[in-house]
């Protein structure tokens, strides 16, 4: 390789360096204008993906009706949650329903954005780690979002394994996926980052 072609290879990868470090650490803000924040409307359904719990799954041996036995929310998954449902309130969205998995740290995403309104649905749960349980739920689940037609918009802080199911998108924690059941099934309509 020439000089000149090495030194070209050297920028390159400096800026691309660079880039990818400002990317990592530009922070990213719900109170940011999106234009998926329009497509909030009657009938349609966003699926999140519960807020920041460190780790992947459950310990062993964890108990549903034991959250101390749980993988839940840190302090930046509770602003996390807090900041989703300021959000759907500084945008004005009516929500009709809130559903969420029986586990506490999607129970504490929907309680703390949306307090007082969180219904429990097993449709939702977690099928990490169990999959004799994922078709079940997921027609169970699709059936839900497919019935729903408001009014308003119906929220429901689930788990990435059933995001991606239901959506074929693979969200990061406190994000959100704008869907909408149509004749043809599910249909994606947006996103809400974190």
């Known amino acids: 390789m020439s000089r000149g072609r ?6 390159v990868a400096v800026l691309v360096a660079v880039v990818c470090t400002v990317a990592a650490w530009a ?5 940011q204008p999106s234009s998926d924040w329009n497509r909030l ?40 949650a807090r900041r989703i449902g300021e959000q759907f309130r500084a945008h004005g969205v009516t929500v009709g329903a809130v559903l969420t998995s029986q586990w506490c740290r999607a129970q504490d995403t929907a309680e ?16 990490f780690g169990r999959p004799d ?19 308003g918009v ?3 802080t689930t788990h990435q394994v059933n995001v991606t199911a239901l959506a074929r998108i693979d ?3 406190g994000e959100g996926v704008i869907v909408r059941g149509t004749p043809n099934g599910i249909d994606v309509l947006g996103r809400l980052s974190p």
């Open 27 to 31: 922070p990213v803000a719900w109170a």
């Open 154 to 156: 119906m929220v429901v």
């Open 112 to 127: 703390l954005a949306f307090p007082g309104q969180r219904r429990d649905e097993p449709a939702f749960n977690s099928f």
């Open 6 to 11: 090495r030194a070209l290879a050297v920028l």
């Open 41 to 80: 409307v009657d009938g349609v359904v966003v699926l999140f993906r519960h807020a920041n719990a460190p780790g992947t799954g459950d310990p062993p041996n964890f108990k549903l009706d034991d959250c101390s036995t749980q993988r839940n929310l840190d302090e930046a998954g509770r602003a996390q």
């Open 171 to 173: 969200p990061v924690s």
């Open 133 to 151: 349980q994922r078709e079940r739920q997921i027609r169970e689940a699709t059936a839900l979002i497919l019935r729903w037609r408001g009014p």
